[in-house]
């Protein structure tokens, strides 16, 4: 619905072309190389492949487009990420919808767009994980355990033991169960 509404939003301006929908990661992807694009409007939470997982896949291959996210999740640890990889603007959804189109605009014209209210929580809450401990916490949030992660990541089981357990000491967690869960409520998953 969401998707629908935002394409529509999008073709009722004269200046703006909508290419395309996909409903996950793995569709945009997809649609990403078949049909060529300028911008690539995406939420951080999608099926398959995230918003964020995509932005890096774009900006590793090169694809030749400018992305913008628009999230509902407004966590400091997530914009810290998108501006990683490359992300051009992050915006939340509960703006007024012109916002929307302005900073479609904005990021069409080589502009970065970031809604201030992400801008100011980013300064305080750094992310303290490394990009194993995500990986990790990731597949364990997914309730893969050691042996499967390690395989999945071309670890060794105590590597992996190790990296949960650091990051579960770095986030003040009593397990990895909590561990990923923290992680992902402050945006660093």
Request: hydrophobic fraction near 50%; charge should be neutral.
């Amino acid at each position: 619905m969401v998707l629908s509404a935002l394409a529509r939003l999008l073709d009722l301006e004269p200046d703006i072309e909508v290419v395309g929908r996909a409903a996950d990661g793995p569709a945009a992807w997809r649609l990403l190389r078949e049909v060529p694009a300028d911008i690539l409007v995406s939420d951080i939470e999608m099926p398959g492949l995230s918003g964020l997982d995509l932005a890096q896949r774009i900006q590793r291959d090169g694809v030749p487009v400018r992305v913008l996210i628009v999230t509902t999740f407004g966590r400091p640890g997530y914009l810290r990420r998108a501006l990683e990889a490359g992300v051009r603007g992050v915006l939340l959804k509960d703006q007024p919808s012109e916002e929307l189109v302005a900073a479609v605009r904005r990021v069409a014209a080589g502009q970065r767009v970031i809604a201030p209210e992400l801008a100011e929580a980013a300064w305080s809450a750094p992310n303290p994980l490394g990009d194993r401990e995500r990986a990790v916490l990731r597949l364990a949030e997914e309730g893969k355990g050691n042996k499967e992660i390690a395989a999945l990541l071309g670890l060794s089981s105590g590597t992996v033991r190790n990296y949960l357990h650091e990051a579960a000491q770095k986030l003040g967690a009593a397990n990895r169960v909590e561990a990923a869960r923290l992680a992902r409520a402050n945006g660093w998953l």
